[in-house]
């Protein structure tokens, strides 16, 4: 981290920051304020040679007043015990072999949070310290971070009590009483477990889809895929479910290009948004197919798919929100993470997907898939 530390800044380059003729000033190609996290760095007496920008403003103090002061007073931190960390560092008279600090969170006055790591610079492995170069972080990454793991092991655990719970109390019930109960009764109790074990599948599942999305290793088996076919298989489903024929619309304008992608990942993107579509929105659920400019391209071509609704969509304030984790459009249950996999699918496959008001003044979704032709094929 000693980056541009070794020889000192002419006087007549010499920026704010940097004390003006101090030997160990940063070389003239790299400003201090162009790097994102907080850098203090200290000379050999412990006086502060360079305190960036970012340093500024995450520990409130004014640059003017850092420069050519002690180290410890510019940055007083303690630990979460609430003990001094300079004292207990001690990076000028500790351990001759210590080369610097980990990361770690430590509290600057007034109990604000902040991530400190440190480099003690010697001239040889063994020798005095030079420079002690400090980096500082903001902590507000990480707790949106945290929050968003214990907003998502507080989901997890709501939704699968309910379906475990009901596993569980008639599975035992059947054990206990099985000659009670009628074959209708047994069955219905089956049935019941069999849908509830089909829901914990289902979180799982998806789960795992955001943790291969978040870690970019979503796998994709691209095959030829007939788009058509597989929004007439899910408007069958839905239909089988109790739906009403007349409240499905397919158009499709032709003739779209040969599509190669997962079939199962785009089954899963037009389950999420044609379910969406009818238990959020209300009236004709309208689906279009047609082809479109493949996104970021002007010569591929690649297919849109529109599902729109005459339901009350979704307020503008909201929009930007949709394909965020645990957002809901209604109270209607859910675990607010479908929209949020859907979109992460659709970007694995190199497209785009946008949410708008519909022509019926409901929600419209639509999404763009490149045709991804194989390069041997092409």
Not at 155 to 160: N, Q
Not at 276 to 281: L, P, S, T
Not at 309 to 332: C, H, L, N, Q, Y
Request: aromatic residues 4%.
């Amino acid at each position: 981290m000693a980056v541009g530390m070794s020889s000192p800044r002419p006087a007549h380059t010499a920026t704010p920051h940097v004390a003006d003729g101090e030997p160990d000033g940063l070389d003239a190609g790299l400003d201090p304020d162009d790097l994102p996290d907080g850098l203090v760095v200290a000379d050999g007496r412990g006086r502060v040679v360079c305190f960036n920008a970012a340093a500024a403003r995450i520990t409130a103090t004014d640059r003017a007043d850092a420069i050519g002061r002690p180290l410890e007073a510019v940055l007083p931190l303690e630990d979460l015990k609430g003990k001094r960390w300079w004292p207990l560092t001690d990076p000028y008279g500790g351990l001759a072999t210590r080369s610097g600090q980990p990361e770690r969170n430590l509290l600057l006055p007034g109990g604000r949070e902040v991530l400190v790591s440190a480099r003690y610079v010697r001239e040889h492995p063994t020798g005095p310290v030079r420079r002690v170069v400090v980096c500082l972080r903001g902590t507000e990454a990480r707790r949106r971070t945290e929050r968003s793991h214990a907003e998502l092991i507080a989901t997890v655990a709501h939704e699968l009590r309910s379906p475990l719970t009901s596993v569980k109390g008639f599975t035992a019930t059947l054990l206990a009483k099985w000659e009670r109960f009628t074959d209708d009764q047994k069955r219905l109790m089956l049935e019941t477990v069999d849908a509830d074990a089909g829901r914990v599948t289902r979180l799982i599942a998806e789960l795992l889809d955001i943790s291969r999305i978040d870690s970019g290793r979503l796998e994709l088996r691209r095959q030829p895929v007939d788009i058509t076919a597989a929004v007439a298989r899910h408007i069958q489903a839905l239909i089988a479910g109790g739906q009403t024929p007349d409240r499905f619309r397919v158009r499709a304008r032709g003739p779209l290009p040969e599509l190669w992608a997962d079939p199962d990942k785009v089954d899963q993107v037009l389950g999420n948004l044609l379910e969406n579509a009818v238990r959020h929105g209300e009236g004709t659920v309208t689906i279009e197919i047609a082809p479109a400019p493949a996104p970021g391209t002007s010569d591929e071509t690649g297919t849109a798919v529109t599902v729109s609704d005459e339901g009350p969509g979704i307020p503008e304030e909201s929009m930007a929100r949709v394909f965020t984790r645990f957002w809901r459009g209604s109270k209607r249950g859910g675990t607010g993470l479908g929209l949020y996999i859907v979109k992460g699918i659709v970007e694995a496959h190199g497209g785009t997907i946008t949410v708008d008001r519909g022509p019926g003044g409901g929600a419209e979704f639509r999404f763009i898939l490149p045709v991804s032709t194989p390069a041997y094929l092409a």
